[in-house]
C-alpha cells in the first residue's frame, strides 16, 4: 500500500475545517468602567485582536455584541458602566436579560458562558458603587450561575496586585476567582520591562469553569495561554493513543502501514485547532515529508515501517512481520509531540510559517521526531 503524502495532507485540512465547523461558540461579558482596559485585556487573552478587528453590533443600548469570522467567540461589551446609579441599574438588567434570553433558548452556542469584570488596580481601590453592583449582579444571577471572575487590570505591580486582590476578596462578594492581569509590557526605563502576566492564571480558572464541551474551543480562541494549548494537545495524543492502540489492537502488516493513518490525521487536526493557527497543506506536507524523510509525492508502507524501525530497534512486537499495538501507540506518540512542538514554536515566533518548507526547519521537526520516539519507547 502506498502512502499519497499530498492527500494525507488534504485529508488533514479537511478534518481540521471539519473540527473547526464543529466547536460550540464561547460567549463572554466583560464589563468594567471605561478606560479600565477591556480591550487590551481582550486582544491579550484571544488571538486575531478581536476588540480592534472584530465587527461591533450594538444588541441593547449599552451592550456591544463582538465577534469575528472564522473565530468562535462572542465578546458582549459593556459601555456606561461610569454613568451613575441609574446606567449601571439598566446595564444590570441588561445583562441578565442577555443571560436569561440565551438561557431559555436552550441553544449552547447563544448561552453566555463566563462574566469578567475589569477593576483597574492602578487606581489603586474599588468604588462603593462597583462592590455593591457586583453584589446585586451575583444575587440577581443565583439562579442562573454563569460564573463571575474579576479581572484586576493593569497590574503593573505583583505585590501590590496581591494587595489589592486580597482587599477584594474579604470583601466577600460571591465571585469565582479575582485575577491580577497586566495585558501589555510596561516599560519602567531603558533598562527594565514588566512582561504582561496574568493570562495563564485567567485560562487555566476558564478552563476548571466551562463544561468539557467548551474546552477545544477555549483553547482555539485564546492565546495567552500557550502552556495550557500545549497541555490540552497532550492529552488528545494520550486519547489517541489509548483508544487505537490498546489492548485489542490487530498487528498491520508492514506493507499496511499507511492504515494507522486516518487515526493520525484526526489527532494532527485536533492538535492543530487546540493551537488555533493558520495552517494550510503546505504546512502540512513540510511536516510528513520532514517526519518521513522523503521529498517524493508517494512512499511505500513497507518504507514507511523499516524506515520508523531503524529509529526504534527493538521497540514492540513483531508479529509475523507486522506493527503491534505498542509499537504503533510510540509511534503516534512521537508523531503527535513533534507536531505540538511544531505548534508551540509557530506560537512562539520561534519557527515562521514562510521558513517551515525550509531545509533547517525540516531538518529540526525530523530530529524533533527522533528524540521523540526515543523517549517514549
Known sequence: MELNISDIASQCINEINK???????????????????????????????????????????????????DVPLTIYDTKGLELGRDTQKEIK?????????????????????????CVNTASDRIEEDEIEW????????????????????KSFSRSKAREF?????SLNLNV??????????????????????????????????????LIPTLQNVQKAAIKQKVKYARGVVATTVTASFAEGFAPV??????????????????????????VDKGIITSFISSILGTAGATIAGRTIASGLFKLLPGVGTLVGGAISGGTAAVITTALGEAYIRLMEKMCLGEIRTQDIKSDEAMSEMKKIFKAELKRNK
Open 19 to 69: 473540527k473547526i465547523k464543529n466547536l460550540k461558540n464561547l460567549n463572554i461579558i466583560v464589563a468594567g468602567k471605561t478606560g479600565v482596559g477591556k480591550s487590551t485585556l481582550i486582544n491579550y487573552i484571544f488571538r486575531e485582536q478581536l476588540a480592534e478587528t472584530g465587527i461591533g453590533k450594538p444588541v441593547t443600548q449599552h451592550i456591544q455584541m463582538i465577534t469575528k469570522k
Open 93 to 117: 438588567s441588561e445583562i441578565m436579560d442577555k443571560i436569561k434570553e440565551c438561557l431559555y433558548t436552550k441553544d449552547e452556542n447563544k448561552c453566555i458562558h463566563c462574566i469578567w469584570y
Open 134 to 153: 457586583i453584589r446585586e449582579l451575583s444575587e440577581e444571577n443565583r439562579e442562573t450561575q454563569v460564573p463571575i471572575i474579576l479581572v484586576l487590570t
Open 165 to 169: 486582590k486580597d482587599y477584594i476578596d
Open 176 to 213: 469565582c476567582a479575582i485575577v491580577p492581569v497586566l495585558a501589555l509590557e510596561y516599560k519602567i526605563d531603558d533598562d527594565y520591562v514588566i512582561k504582561p502576566y496574568g493570562g495563564e492564571e485567567l485560562i487555566e480558572i476558564m478552563g476548571e469553569l466551562l463544561g468539557d464541551e
Open 253 to 278: 502488516p508492514f506493507a499496511d502501514a499507511a492504515l494507522l493513518v486516518p487515526t493520525q490525521v484526526a489527532m494532527i487536526a485536533s492538535i492543530t485547532v487546540a493551537f488555533g493557527l493558520k
